[in-house]
């Protein structure tokens, strides 16, 4: 699933180009099209195209795991899930003729100029929300853990008094906004924190060492432009510098011993049983 590295990473393609296409921010829209009804959460597909029509895509931002496109007067809200993934190109091929449709293309935003923005989802997990007020679905979010108003404080007030496995919490994006398995794993291992350990049970330093953690391993994702794993490709290449997740059998980088997984609240969660003991 895309973190908030890689949703980052997106995000700043939309708004700048790059090697895998032209940026989207500027462009004016002519319309758009939902090719899997699913992946439109609001509003219905019929309303879709003309709501869109004539609007100005004036920003790309993102709130945790949501890419926000700022729009002359609505907002469009994608959550790209297990294996979504965001595209830019031309409608045609340099040689003047139509471009094809790629398999598992799930919905269109056709700009003016020839150009289009593709969400593609092999596993139809992800939505999309044509909004006015963005708000009614981002409302829920916890903080940001890379803006300034995100503490070590703040984080030790939002573990306070829970008894729940700390991987679980940080999962919880209520609790903080944009971790996911990969993250979580990386950010416990640096702090040397047990992904069971309960929260409550953490003292203060462990939690500075774990905001500090959280936000290293993000700053290095996005540094990498995030990490291609799994299905989804955007030329990353943190996962090379993985120091848990995905690494079970492999020795830890710290202090050699073989990395072992288990399951926290039904999601593999990779550790060192050294590096990593359990909270006594």
Same mark, same amino acid.
Request: glycine share 10%; charged share 20%; with cysteine.
């Given at each position: 699933?895309?973190?908030?590295?890689?949703?980052?990473?997106?995000?700043?393609?939309?708004?700048?180009?790059?090697?895998?296409? /032209?940026?989207? #921010?500027?462009?004016? $829209?002519?319309?758009?099209?939902?090719?899997?009804?699913? @992946?439109? !959460?609001?509003? %219905? *597909?019929?309303?879709?195209?003309?709501?869109?029509?004539?609007?100005?895509?004036?920003?790309?931002?993102?709130?945790?795991?949501?890419?926000?496109?700022?729009?002359?007067?609505?907002?469009?809200?994608?959550?790209?899930?297990?294996?979504?993934?965001?595209?830019?190109?031309?409608?045609?091929?340099?040689?003047?003729?139509?471009?094809?449709?790629?398999?598992?293309?799930?919905?269109?935003?056709?700009?003016?100029?020839?150009?289009?923005?593709?969400?593609?989802?092999?596993?139809?997990?992800?939505?999309?929300?044509?909004?006015?007020? /963005?708000?009614? #679905?981002?409302?829920? $979010?916890?903080?940001?853990?890379?803006?300034?108003?995100? @503490?070590? !404080?703040?984080? %030790? *007030?939002?573990?306070?008094?829970?008894?729940?496995?700390?991987?679980?919490?940080?999962?919880?994006?209520?609790?903080?906004?944009?971790?996911?398995?990969?993250?979580?794993?990386?950010?416990?291992?640096?702090?040397?924190?047990?992904?069971?350990?309960?929260?409550?049970?953490?003292?203060?330093?462990?939690?500075?060492?774990?905001?500090?953690?959280?936000?290293?391993?993000?700053?290095?994702?996005?540094?990498?432009?995030?990490?291609?794993?799994?299905?989804?490709?955007?030329?990353?290449?943190?996962?090379?510098?993985?120091?848990?997740?995905?690494?079970?059998?492999?020795?830890?980088?710290?202090?050699?011993?073989?990395?072992?997984?288990?399951?926290?609240?039904?999601?593999?969660?990779?550790?060192?049983?050294?590096?990593?003991?359990?909270?006594?």
């Amino acid at each position: 699933m895309p973190e908030l590295p890689e949703v980052e990473t997106i995000v700043r393609a939309l708004k700048a180009g790059g090697r895998e296409g /032209p940026p989207a #921010v500027g462009r004016v $829209l002519a319309g758009g099209q939902v090719l899997w009804e699913r @992946t439109l !959460a609001t509003p %219905a *597909a019929a309303q879709f195209s003309q709501r869109l029509r004539g609007q100005t895509l004036a920003d790309a931002s993102r709130r945790g795991k949501f890419i926000q496109l700022s729009l002359t007067r609505d907002t469009l809200l994608f959550h790209l899930r297990m294996s979504g993934d965001l595209r830019v190109e031309t409608t045609t091929t340099d040689e003047g003729t139509p471009r094809p449709l790629a398999a598992h293309d799930r919905l269109l935003l056709l700009f003016d100029d020839g150009i289009r923005l593709v969400l593609n989802d092999p596993r139809k997990f992800g939505r999309a929300w044509l909004v006015t007020d /963005p708000n009614e #679905v981002l409302s829920g $979010l916890g903080p940001e853990p890379l803006d300034s108003a995100f @503490t070590a !404080a703040n984080l %030790a *007030a939002r573990l306070k008094g829970r008894q729940r496995a700390i991987k679980t919490l940080l999962l919880d994006q209520t609790v903080v906004a944009g971790l996911g398995n990969i993250y979580t794993d990386e950010a416990l291992h640096l702090a040397k924190i047990h992904p069971l350990t309960p929260a409550a049970a953490l003292t203060v330093l462990e939690i500075e060492h774990l905001w500090l953690s959280i936000r290293s391993v993000l700053q290095e994702g996005i540094q990498s432009n995030g990490a291609s794993i799994d299905w989804v490709y955007r030329g990353g290449d943190f996962q090379n510098h993985f120091r848990a997740y995905g690494r079970k059998g492999q020795p830890c980088p710290v202090c050699g011993t073989m990395i072992e997984r288990i399951l926290v609240g039904q999601r593999g969660t990779h550790f060192c049983p050294i590096c990593q003991p359990p909270h006594r």
